[in-house]
């Protein structure tokens, strides 16, 4: 096994390792999931309607899982980024199925930074005791989360509003108890930032029908369909017209946190890949022990290594209360451009056993285009870096 | 996990900046731009002084030897300013020499050699490859027969920058002629005035002279030898994964004249800075850079807490120097036709340094490990690969 990157003892000064909280926290994630997620899991979610368990959510909330981004009020353990960072990794190294990224980062993030005391008290506490799943809808038939994009419109009539369009791409609608809809309240003038507002609706909602997308990676994403769906004032989530700075943060933090997706799932294609390397022979000789193998190798360890510096500086700057637009979309567009490479060089180097449906490793390939395009894929976040930059 | 700087490191980049601001003249980048190295120059000699006055050459030695027994960090810090600045700090006597006679140099050869280097009074040349012995280091040949009180050198060396202006040759020579390659190697200390030893010139495409190194019985008193005698070749490994390293911010500078220029620069009635073809490339470019960023302090990091890395310092190394030519490479098609322009002609954008960089950044892929030898190192030491 390679020895991962963060084996170093930190002090105060310029720290590449995680903190001994955060070392614990990692390694009874690692030896829980393993447990509870092995690749027969992941295959039989993929397959599932619900695509996932009642019995491992769960045990998930009795780890404190839910609430570890939640101040203490609202049932959370006030974790910092950095710790959700740790989590999601080991989510990622076994493809962890279900609706935990999308009730926490989609549904959980976006109502810590737009949510009222009374929207926040209601659902959250709810979310980290496992009784509310949510999810956020963004993207419609344009297929981006570019603000042009944004077409779902919610009238006002009196004292609720009327939403009707259709959005796509929705990720885990088909379970959850409450969708953040992203709708247009006006019409752009010029600036598609403008007029775009953030409503929490209940699936339950007459008017509202969601259809699973058949998807390369099995997960479930949906198209969740509005039609002349009544929604109760109050259920404005943020200011009037004023979603769309919320939304970019949610963007990039959900960005950085599936990036530490990502790199997790990077190095457990390390894991796979590397160890079988050293043990297969031809020509007499390991397959590793070749140079055009080793070099392929040694890219594979470079895309992983500056990917998790990458999404860790990114989540240390999201801890510290620091800027972080321009490190989360440098973030997500490395890591996925690398973390898509190092799939495909692992599924090189190990040849024609890696292609096999029974080898998990496919598993990661997948998971490598699907969390690419989420959120923005590469050339998404360069355009945003570009502006950064005062291009 | 923390990515900033500590409070004093803070304050010594400013310090830094501002003696950079103070003590570097046109001149001296001139000079060094023409040299392809910051010695051998009357301006570099006079400009090496005044940093080794701060102990800025060696921050990290002890105070004993003149340094000013800091972090890795700091040097590592001086060094990505100062290239920024456009002046690389890659002095032998103080990278590679000095940290080795430090290491395993006798008290004498410390007390002779260390105190001067630090004080840029000094420099070193090295003596490593020869035309049979390049990546394959062990294969070097050069002879030193032992005679005593003395060693007599009889040889060739090839491709030794600047030992026509430095004042030693930091030289790896055959002191075992039976027996595995890697067990017969001894370093030394050679006065580069020894009678016996002749440079001639080798001109590289960058315009810079590099030097070939013949030996005819040469005198080197024994107590230059540097440790034991036939260790020279794990002496030589052990420093390449302290001293590989190379400093990002040389193309950062060049890269930053490139998004000016882009900006400033219109076609076909808008500037091209707003071609979206360009601000992807830009922008990738910008990533890369902080990538190296991040590989290139990671190394300080390791250093400081007294491990050493290996397979990281050929992966920053390695990184870093791709970049730098992706980056000479992506500015040439922002470039275009006019990407081809030399310095001295009117027309010629950033003034000619792109042209220069394009050429120049040929060889940093090459020297110091070639990115296919550090590839290896990556593959066995990172991730424990059987050797081939």
């Not at chain 1, 962890?96 to 980062?105: A, D, I």
């Not at chain 1, 809809?181 to 929490?200: K, M, N, W």
Request: aromatic share 10%; hydrophobic share 40%.
């Amino acid at each position: 096994m390679q020895k991962e990157v963060w084996a170093f003892q930190g002090d105060n000064r310029m720290d590449y390792d995680l903190n001994e909280e955060q070392q614990i926290l990692r390694d009874s994630a690692r030896s829980f999931l393993a447990k509870q997620c092995p690749g027969t899991f992941v295959r039989e979610m993929a397959e599932d309607e619900k695509g996932y368990t009642s019995e491992l959510w769960r045990k998930m909330v009795e780890l404190g899982w839910m609430g570890i981004l939640f101040p203490e009020q609202y049932g959370g353990y006030e974790g910092s980024f950095l710790d959700l960072a740790v989590l999601l990794y080991e989510m990622g190294y076994v493809c962890l199925p279900g609706p935990y990224f999308s009730t926490v980062v989609h549904g959980g993030i976006t109502l810590l930074e737009a949510g009222s005391e009374i929207q926040k008290g209601e659902i959250l506490p709810k979310v980290a005791s496992g009784e509310e799943i949510l999810t956020l809808a963004w993207t419609e038939s344009g297929g981006s989360y570019a603000p042009q994009e944004i077409s779902l419109k919610a009238d006002l009539h009196h004292d609720h509003y009327v939403l009707t369009g259709t959005k796509l791409f929705v990720p885990d609608a088909h379970v959850a108890g409450k969708i953040i809809c992203v709708a247009r309240t006006q019409e752009p003038a010029g600036d598609y930032e403008e007029g775009v507002s953030l409503f929490i609706v209940e699936r339950e909602n007459p008017g509202l029908t969601v259809h699973v997308h058949s998807t390369l990676a099995g997960d479930k994403q949906c198209e969740v369909e509005f039609n002349q769906v009544q929604v109760p004032g109050e259920n404005l989530l943020g200011e009037l017209h004023m979603g769309w700075p919320v939304l970019q943060k949610v963007l990039q933090k959900a960005s950085v946190a599936k990036c530490a997706q990502m790199i997790g799932g990077g190095q457990r294609a390390i894991d796979l890949t590397v160890p079988y390397l050293k043990e297969r022979e031809q020509f007499g000789r390991p397959v590793g022990s070749f140079q055009a193998v080793k070099h392929h190798c040694a890219n594979i360890l470079t895309l992983l290594d500056t990917s998790k510096f990458m999404t860790f500086q990114a989540a240390w700057r999201i801890s510290e209360g620091l800027s972080f637009e321009k490190e989360a979309s440098m973030c997500k567009a490395w890591v996925s451009d690398s973390y898509r490479q190092l799939v495909a060089l692992a599924h090189q180097v190990m040849g024609g056993i890696g292609f096999m449906e029974e080898h998990d490793l496919q598993l990661y390939f997948k998971q490598a285009k699907t969390s690419e395009l989420a959120f923005g894929d590469a050339r998404f976040h360069r355009e945003l870096v570009a502006q950064q930059l005062g291009l | 996990m923390d990515f900033g700087f500590k409070k004093e490191e803070s304050e010594l980049i400013e310090e830094v900046r501002e003696f950079i601001e103070q003590k570097i003249t046109s001149e001296l980048v001139e000079e060094t731009h023409q040299l392809g190295a910051i010695y051998g120059g009357a301006e570099a000699r006079e400009f090496i002084k005044k940093l080794g006055a701060r102990g800025w050459l060696t921050p990290a030695w002890p105070r004993d030897y003149g340094g000013l027994d800091s972090s890795e960090m700091v040097t590592y810090i001086i060094r990505d300013e100062m290239a920024y600045a456009g002046l690389p700090l890659y002095f032998v006597a103080a990278y590679n020499a000095g940290p080795m006679i430090l290491r395993d140099g006798s008290e004498e050869m410390k007390r002779e050699f260390l105190p001067p280097i630090a004080r840029g009074e000094i420099e070193f040349a090295l003596g490593y490859t020869e035309p049979q012995a390049g990546s394959d280091l062990a294969a070097l040949n050069i002879r030193a027969e032992d005679r005593g009180d003395h060693f007599l050198l009889n040889g060739q060396k090839m491709f030794n920058t600047s030992t026509h202006v430095a004042d030693y040759h930091w030289l790896a020579a055959r002191t075992n002629f039976d027996g595995p390659k890697h067990k017969g190697i001894s370093l030394m200390v050679v006065d580069l005035k020894s009678p016996g030893i002749t440079i001639r010139p080798l001109i590289t495409m960058a315009g810079w002279r590099t030097n070939e190194v013949y030996y005819d019985d040469v005198v080197v008193p024994k107590k230059n030898m540097m440790g034991e005698k036939n260790r020279g070749f794990y002496y030589l490994m052990g420093a390449l994964d302290f001293e590989r390293m190379f400093a990002p911010s040389a193309y950062k500078r060049l890269f930053e004249e490139i998004v000016d220029y882009a900006r400033e620069t219109v076609f076909n009635g808008r500037p091209l800075s707003k071609d979206p073809l360009i601000r992807q490339k830009l922008a990738q470019m910008a990533i890369e850079l902080e990538v190296s960023k991040l590989l290139y302090y990671q190394l300080a990091y390791i250093l400081d807490r007294e491990k050493i890395p290996n397979y990281q310092a050929s992966m920053e190394k390695m990184f870093a120097t791709e970049v730098a030519q992706r980056i000479c490479n992506t500015g040439m098609e922002v470039l275009g036709l006019y990407g081809q322009l030399k310095k001295g002609d009117p027309r010629a954008p950033l003034a000619g340094k792109l042209e220069f960089f394009y050429r120049s950044s040929v060889v940093e892929t090459i020297y110091a490990g070639t990115s296919e030898i550090q590839r290896n190192i990556i593959a066995e030491r990172g991730l424990g690969l059987p050797r081939g």
